[in-house]
């Protein structure tokens, strides 16, 4: 499927691990910061409370009493209520439960305003992503882009769709099935993004998270703030699991890409690479969503006292996710695909935006 061998054996490991229960959920409250919830065959929707009371300990409790468990914020306690009512359990569902409330104005007008600049950046990034996509597509068939789109003004009309027919008889594909698979395409990718060298057309969550984790890694591993032994021991277990974590995240973003990049293969095999693009798509989101709360509990305990700073490091230690490690031949670097087909989409995007210009 992803016609590259980079990192196929940290891949492997990877979705042979047994995935992480639940998702994240960005409680205010401090005690509940590291809570997640999950839905159980026995007890139905529960929380599970990690490091409660800081002692390192982990409480599960019924998903209806985490109320009685720390006092909450009205912002905890619409979400809490969200949360149950729609009985989300995975980083999707909590994103989208946390949209809703931010829309509805229950998380106040400045979270409102903001969830509303970017919902309808979405909407409108997920406009050009199509476009993208096609042109990508069209030139991967031997359309002439240049020519095609040399006239802003009928670019997308008989010439444009006679190039769409010709590329949709190189892939095998009909023409109506060609927008089709490219408006899923589109949207699977919402939470990846689509990079190109001349910026960014849609920016993902996971690709801004996968960044933030490994620059974590980075600043903790040269952080030349005073530590103890205990503290350094700590603190290197902790960069080290972000940086492994950076690094496979970037290599299943590396082949998502591959999959955009071959977008003649993708389109033609869709019925076989929607369910697998999917799967790993949120498979990573519940490997990285976790990180959030972790990373703002490690700086939090950084500005603590000496006393209580290799304590609290120690039990984020012990919290760590299991990643696997890479295996001796993995590359170390940046990942190809993901740089060829930025390079690729950059100019086809400065193509396009070149027609919007004025004049």
């Not at 700073?309 to 890479?326: C, D, F, G, K, T």
Request: aromatic share 4%; glycine share 6%; net charge negative.
């Amino acid at each position: 499927m992803w016609g590259t061998e980079i990192g196929a054996g940290l891949i492997r490991k990877w979705f042979g691990q047994q995935r992480t229960r639940g998702a994240a959920v960005p409680f205010e409250t401090p005690a509940l910061c590291m809570a997640r919830v999950c839905d159980d065959e026995r007890d139905g929707l529960i929380a599970i409370l990690r490091d409660f009371a800081n002692n390192g300990s982990a409480y599960i409790v019924p998903w209806t009493s985490l109320p009685l468990m720390a006092p909450m914020t009205d912002h905890d306690i619409a979400l809490h209520t969200a949360v149950g009512i729609a009985k989300a359990t995975t980083p999707a569902q909590i994103r989208h439960v946390v949209s809703d409330l931010a829309l509805s104005g229950v998380l106040g007008p400045e979270a409102a305003a903001h969830e509303t600049e970017r919902s309808n950046a979405t909407r409108s990034s997920l406009a050009d992503v199509e476009l993208v996509l096609i042109l990508h597509l069209l030139n991967s068939s031997g359309a002439d882009l240049a020519a095609l789109m040399a006239d802003p003004a009928h670019w997308r009309d008989a010439d444009a769709k006679s190039a769409v027919a010709a590329a949709a008889k190189a892939v095998g594909v009909k023409r109506q099935g060609i927008y089709r698979r490219i408006a899923q395409l589109a949207k699977l990718l919402t939470p990846v993004g689509l990079v190109t060298s001349e910026g960014v057309i849609q920016s993902g969550w996971l690709r801004a998270l996968h960044n933030e984790i490994e620059g974590f890694g980075q600043s903790v591993a040269v952080s030349t703030q005073p530590r103890s032994s205990d503290v350094h021991s700590h603190l290197a277990a902790i960069a080290d699991t972000a940086n492994r974590t950076a690094h496979m995240s970037g290599l299943v973003l590396n082949m998502l890409d591959y999959a955009v990049l071959d977008i003649g293969g993708t389109i033609r095999r869709w019925d076989n690479e929607f369910p697998v693009l999917s799967q790993a798509i949120d498979r990573l989101s519940l490997t990285l969503d976790e990180w959030p709360a972790l990373m703002k509990s490690v700086h939090d305990a950084l500005r603590g006292s000496p006393d209580e700073r290799a304590h609290h490091l120690r039990i984020l230690h012990s919290m760590l996710p299991r990643v696997p490690e890479p295996d001796s031949h993995d590359p170390q670097g940046n990942p190809t695909a993901t740089e060829v087909l930025a390079t690729r989409l950059g100019t086809i995007w400065s193509m396009l935006k070149a027609t919007r210009s004025p004049g």
